[in-house]
């Protein structure tokens, strides 16, 4: 796995489109992994903000997560491999000095939707880079839920939640939404943080 391109678009404009990522079976086994976790009541609708005082609010996002763990599962261990190597590239290439990464699987259910908003919390600006994977196989224009990206100096851009599509953007620059899925939409989200500040 080359993440040549990633880096570049990173390095150039902040934000990273690849079209077939991931394997269509390692994208077809994560996405059972997620429909399973579904069905066994796992997945919770997810907060706005962090920890336990995260307040669910369904006017601003719609989906449900769970996140996850090392050792839970091959594909979701082959998966977590992936992004490490990529976080090891990301340092490398960018000396972005990312320290962990954080994911959760998402499922929308039709009509769920994730207003505009920017990957950062006003009290934890540890996350740098944002991932998305999606894992619907055959997704088609009318079913909606597209992930759209705002920019300062150039037009929106839709990206169709396909399965195998990765988006990789920086964190705290890329304004965002998810907008209205007509059917199920799942994904892995994740971010690449940096160290917490030291303690004065
Ligand atoms: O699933 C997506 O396309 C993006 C989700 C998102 O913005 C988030 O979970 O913060
Ligand atoms: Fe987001």
Not at 17 to 43: I, K, N
Not at 62 to 67: K, V
Not at 98 to 103: A, G, N, T
Request: proline share 7%.
């Amino acid at each position: 796995m080359s993440f040549t391109v990633i880096i570049d678009d990173l390095a150039a404009r902040g934000w990273s489109l690849q079209h077939a990522f991931l394997s269509p079976d390692l994208t077809a086994d994560l996405a059972v992994e997620c429909r399973t976790r579904e069905a066994e009541g796992a997945l919770r609708p997810a907060g706005i903000g962090r920890g336990d005082g995260a307040a669910v609010r369904e006017g601003i996002r719609g989906d449900h997560i769970q996140w996850l763990e090392p050792g839970q599962s091959a594909p979701t261990d082959a998966y977590l491999a992936l992004m490490e190597q990529l976080r090891q590239a990301l340092n490398r290439e960018l000396f972005l000095g990312l320290e962990d990464y954080e994911c959760h699987f998402a499922l929308y259910p039709p009509g769920a939707f994730y207003k505009t908003h920017l990957d950062r919390f006003r009290d934890d600006d540890r996350r740098a880079v944002t991932t998305a994977l999606y894992l619907n196989p055959d997704w088609q224009p009318e079913h909606g839920g597209e992930l759209r990206m705002h920019f300062d100096a150039a037009p929106a851009l839709d990206v169709a939640p396909t399965g195998g599509t990765l988006v990789v953007f920086l964190s705290g620059e890329v304004p965002h939404e998810v907008l209205p899925t007509r059917r199920e939409r799942l994904s892995l989200t994740g971010w690449f943080r940096r160290r917490a500040p030291e303690p004065l």
